[in-house]
Each structure stands twice: as C-alpha cells, then as structure tokens.
C-alpha cells in the first residue's frame, strides 16, 4: 500500500470556503468558480499545495491528483526537472514582446515525433488552437464548412460548440451552427454521406479522438481512416484534435493509428503545465499564417510562445519518451481491466485507453451530470481527485501500487454509487 492514507480533517460537503473569504464570498467570480469545468454541484475544495501524485486541499485531505489539471500535468505536481526549467525562464523575464529562443525548443521537441508534420505556431491554449486550425483550413480552401463527430470535445470557441448539441449552443450565431456537421461517433456511412453531398464545400474535418463528452469512447481506427481517404480525395483538411489524446502515443493516438492529419492540434501536457496550445501542421497549410507572406491570416497572443510555457514544455514533451508513454499506458489497462472486474456486475464499466480512464454506467454513451457529481464527490472522499466528469488521467510519477491503489478507491467510490442509483 503507498502512503496516499487520507485524512478526514474537517472534510464536508456543506463546508462553505466563502465564509473565509470576506463579506464579498461567492460575488467576485460568478457561482463562485474561475472556471465553469470545477464545477462538481457543491462547493469545491481549494487547492494548497501538490507534489508528484498528490494534491493537499483546504479541508485538510492529501488526494491522489488523477485529474492532474484535466490530464495536462503528465508528469505530476512539481516536477523537479520542469519546475528548475520553468523558473529559470521565469527568472529571465516572464514575457516579451520579440521571439525567444524557447519556441525552438518545444517545436523541436513536436516535430521530432510528428514526422508527417511540418512547422508549429503556439497558442495558448487547445481552444485557440482549434479555432485558428479552422481559421487555417478555411483561408487555404475558400471552403466554409467542417465536419464535426457528436459529442467531440473541441474547446469553446463557437464552431466547437456546435457538436454538444442545442444546450452548448446557447450565445452562437445560427451562421456558425449551419456550417457545422455532427456525424454519429464511428458512423463511417454517414460521415461518407455527409463528405459527398457537398464535398466542395467542406474546409475541414475535425476529430476528437478519445472524446470524453461521449463518455470517452475511441474512434475506431476504420473510422479515422475513412475520414483520411475522404479528405485526400475531396481535398479536405483533415485536423486531429489531440489534446487530451497526445499521451497515448509518442507520435499521440493518431500515430498509434498510423494516420497522418494535415493539421495536429493539441495543448495541456506539452506546456509543462503551463498555458499552452499548438497548432502543428503541413507546411503550405502553416504558410496561411506566414507573417512574410502577402495577407496571410492575423494570428497573434500576447502570450502565446512565452519563454516559461514553451521552456516548461519542451522538458515535459522530452521526459515523456517513448519508454514512459509504454509503462503509463500499460498501467492504465491494468487499472481498467482491475476497476471493471469489480464493477461489472453493479452495471458499470471502465472506459478509456492508455493512461486515460472513466467509470460510466455500462453501455451508456451520456451521464447525467448528477450521476457524474455523485462519482466526484464519492471518490474524493477517497482520497481520489478526478475530474468533474470524472475522467481519471495518470502521470509518470506513479507506479505500479499507486495505480492499483487507485483502482481500488475507484471501484469503491463506483459501487457505493452504482448501489444507490436506481438503475433505469
Ligand atoms: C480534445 C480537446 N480539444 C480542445 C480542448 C480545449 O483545450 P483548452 O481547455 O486548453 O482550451 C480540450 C480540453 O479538454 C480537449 O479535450
């Protein structure tokens, strides 16, 4: 057994952290929360410290960190390494305004195991780098619209909304939502269907590999292949959004697939846990934001590229070998097939892959967002921090018996709540 015992000091659900927090409380952010993704339906524990898989929070509790900044901090809290290379950054000046020589780093670091690729610009975050991919696809064909997957996760920019369907669409321009197509997950005749009805139409076709919101089913392999020929006969651009899928692979999912998208889009795990996007791609495709060219596209950030992200990433990338990506991927099928075989028969299941893992009721390809808060709050009261949504993610500073010990809270915190479900 690790040492990861958790302690119960002062752990509530009711404890109220605005009460700490002068008159104002909850007012300065709306609902309480800087971000709307913390949200677990009570109020949140705060963060205090973390190193290499543990958190510390508020109410006195030392969690597993299996949320790891949803899936971003690859390498845990703190890493020495990271930290020393991000720091020394730091120390030279936060930010400027002239190119440093960090970019070069990182892009490096990129490029190395994406061979099919070509050139990076950064961002600053996964949302960024999605939205100016399409921006990019859109300026190299003159075409309008993009083909989507139900349920993918594309960040929050308004195209990327579209495919939550009508309740993550609540503020955008019906223009946005008709240049959009959502096709079923894996559905290779409608995706076929919808490619050759107006196939001069489409700029692009965007995938969501591992897409949590659809409760973290895969594409099939079958399904992005037939998407690649799509796109190669219609003159296409094909994005692969691997933000969170980046981990599974050295060269991310689609490599392991054998698939080479025309643009990679990814963030998270390569800031070092910093902020941080990347829009990696085909060299005439990158030439669109080409500042030496004639009107090329306007692609800015005051941040994007700084000296700590880009130095932070560039160790995080490098650490995370090819060796590592193997042993936390196997890890993660270890912790599955331990996880479902104690939950198979409340009527659950692991899903996933690699090093990414979410107990959803069996078959089920949406969960209410009361089941899904009712899993959080069961799991962090076992010392077990995941995301809201419940998506687990691992980091190189576990082992063999962390995993298995957070298999083991896992399965507990699904049976409690499996047992008190009613079961439709
Ligand atoms: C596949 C995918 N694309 C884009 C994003 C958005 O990234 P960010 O939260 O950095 O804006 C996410 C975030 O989870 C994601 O999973």
Known sequence: MTDTSTSKVSATRDHDPHLRRGPRGYALLPGGYGRSTYYTGAPSPYAIKGKGYRVWDDRGRELIDANNNFTSLIHGNAHPAITEAATRALTAGASWGIPNLYEWDLAEALLSRLPALDQVRFANSGT?????AIRIARASTGRERVIVTKGGYHGTSDVALVPGGPSYTKGVTQGVIKDVTPVPLN????????????????????????????????????FVRAARELCTKHGIVLIIDETISLRLGYGGMSGEFGVDPDILTTGKLIGGGFAVGAIIGLGELMAEVDPTRKSSLPHGGTFSGNPVSMAAGAVAVKLYDAAQVQRL????????????????????????????????????????????HRLWWATYER????????????????????TADIAERLADAVLEVANTTPRS
Request: charged share 20%; glycine share 8%.
């Open 187 to 222: 559905d290779v005749e409608t995706l076929r269907e919808a490619v050759e009805a107006a196939p001069s139409e489409y700029a692009a076709v965007i995938l969501d590999l591992l897409p949590n919101r659809a409760g973290l089913i895969s594409l099939t392999e079958e």
């Open 329 to 372: 991927n196997a890890l993660g099928d270890a912790a599955r097939a331990s996880v479902n075989a104690k939950v198979a028969d409340a009527g659950w299941e692991i899903r996933g892959r690699g090093s990414l893992l979410r107990a959803v009721p069996a078959g089920a390809s949406k969960v209410d967002e009361t089941t899904q």
């Open 383 to 402: 010392g077990l921090l995941g995301s809201p949504a419940n998506l687990l993610s691992l980091s190189t500073p576990m082992n063999e018996s962390v």
């Open 128 to 132: 960024e780098a999605v939205m100016s």
